[in-house]
């Protein structure tokens, strides 16, 4: 005789049976979760009064913070600066227009079912750098010349990041592939190339860029700070992406190789088509988990002059104006990264559910 399925008891379901299941379900696991949520709560409802009930939001100077909250009229009245910089008022048109299609590229990418997306993502890193080496410094059709010097704030972080990021993937593969190669010549000049770098600090890599660098070029040629700090970023980033997306070459069975022999493809289209592609597919976390560093390492280019948003903040802190506000601009600039860090983050872990083949071992 056969009984009809019943269904668990409501204790064992919805948020109480998670809270017996994870929170509960020993004596120890009880008291440890009482404890972490007491310490929590009680830190917490600080935090929360510091930030929102008893903050300052609006008023003209200092002297309207006079609450025991945060003073958030310092970001306010500091805002343009530190997304700006020194970047002209009259002018600022363009970076808005280059953060708009930033959004409008990127945004997408995280809309299953937006219509066109894989179209903006590829403009992304296609067209987009076209137009920002065309407005952001301007001295094409008509624009003015805005010099570098005068770029700052979290515009040039993003700036920073972007070329890093962009230039330090197809580096990084190519240098990963010679470091695989058969020809002893490649081989050793790319294992040359990726120890060197990887063995020197990033501070260290940037005052090479910007004070030994120009001793190197010839004769009347010469680069802008920025440009110099773009490509000791590049160049040292490539190195650590070479180390990752070799992990994910080592990774692919041998028999992939031979397939792909065996159906007669040459070595770049063996690489292109076949290996290359499941390769990258296996170390998305450590490729994005590099972009973070670079991102987060950027912050770094204060040492040579570059006031990237914490370098804004930091030099905005020092105004008499503005005393005992060094904490409020250090929470908006962490939060400022958080947003961008955990978005590649949550970028990440869909395209790895996307990609998944299913194989687990």
Known sequence: ??????????????????????????????????VVSYLV???????????????????????????????????????????????PDTLQWRIDIMFGLLALAFVPQFIERFPGRKWFGLFGVTGLPIIGYILIPGGWFGLEEVPSNKWGGLML????????????????????LGRRSEMPIIRGICVVFIEVWRAVPLITVLFMASVMLPLFLPEGVSFEKL??????????????????????????????????????????RKMGLIVLPQALTLVIPGIVNTFISLFKDTTLV???????ILGAVQSTVTD????NVAIEGYVFVA????????????????LERKLDTGHRT
Request: glycine share 10%.
């Open 157 to 176: 972080t993003l700036i920073l990041a972007y070329v890093g990021i962009l230039a330090a993937l197809p580096i990084g593969t190519v240098l990963a």
């Open 320 to 323: 008499p104006a503005w005393q």
């Open 302 to 308: 204060l040492i040579i002059g570059l006031f990237d």
């Open 335 to 350: 939060f400022c990264f958080w947003i961008f860090c955990f978005g590649m983050s949550r970028y990440s872990q869909n």
């Open 1 to 34: 005789m056969t009984h009809p399925t019943e269904l668990p008891p409501k204790s064992e379901l919805g948020v109480v049976g998670w809270a017996r299941k994870n929170l509960f379900s020993t004596w120890y696991n009880a008291l440890l979760t009482l």
């Open 227 to 268: 440009m110099r700090a773009l490509i000791g970023i590049t160049l040292w980033q490539s190195a650590y992406m070479a180390e990752v997306v070799r992990g994910g070459l080592q990774a692919i069975p041998r028999g992939q190789y031979e397939a792909a022999s065996a159906l007669g493809l040459g070595y770049w």
């Open 41 to 87: 709560i009680s830190s917490a409802i600080p935090l929360f009064k510091w930030l929102f009930l008893e903050a300052t939001f609006t008023g003209e100077t200092a002297s309207d913070c006079s609450g025991e909250g945060a003073c958030w009229l310092f970001i306010s009245q500091r805002l343009n600066f530190f997304i700006y910089g020194f970047y």
